[in-house]
């Protein structure tokens, strides 16, 4: 996100460097979890193991997707194009919910307490909101302004990238409840 707000060489450089760290530790961490489950341990040691393993491959997903927005921005960068500040606030608006989820999920991982899961599925919800939002008001500012159709296809895949992020950080917040990190189908209704 620092890159698509503020594009610098110094911040291309960490992203590139962030990115190979994060695919060399899933490797590493999902080897030793291979192993592991491998063993013969106890059964809620094998839950643990295989909810660990989700929890390494949403990390690994994420990775994947800031990547995505890390050549989105770099592409715009060399191509000369700008969003809107109407479309950066709407970026920076999904991007803090983002930020909230982030803080939740990986405090509850820390600790092991179901405290904030609540808020955690809530703000999942607005980030799929959000994106409908966002994309809606996107194709009226496409159709009124005469903004390029490239820069909407930008921001729509930035959208979704961050929305999918969402996605993986309930699944690493429901860990601590289910191995998989899905949500109970009941906290999904009433949290509507």
Do not use: W
Request: contains cysteine.
């Amino acid at each position: 996100m620092e890159v698509l707000c503020a594009p610098e060489e110094k911040k291309i450089e960490k992203v590139a460097v962030q990115e190979g760290y994060i695919n060399y530790l899933n490797k590493a961490i999902t080897n030793y979890l291979v192993q592991i489950n491998s063993m013969d341990i106890p059964m809620a040691d094998a839950k643990l193991v295989g909810g660990l393993f989700h929890v390494v491959n949403d990390i690994e997903r994420i990775g994947d997707l800031a990547e995505n927005l890390f050549d989105y921005a770099t592409e715009m960068e060399e191509k000369g194009l700008v969003f809107s500040d109407v479309a950066m606030v709407e970026i920076k608006t999904m991007y803090s919910v983002i930020m909230e989820m982030y803080d939740i999920a990986t405090k509850t991982f820390d600790t092991d307490e179901v405290v904030d899961l609540k808020r955690l599925s809530t703000l999942e919800q607005k980030t799929d909101e959000l994106k409908k939002q966002f994309s809606m008001a996107h194709f009226e500012r496409l159709s009124q302004t005469g903004c390029s159709m490239e820069l909407g296809g930008y921001f729509i895949s930035i959208i979704s990238n961050l929305e999918r992020v969402g996605d993986h950080l309930v699944n690493i917040g429901y860990s601590i409840q289910n191995p998989t990190g899905n949500q109970p189908l009941a906290l999904k209704i009433t949290s509507d």
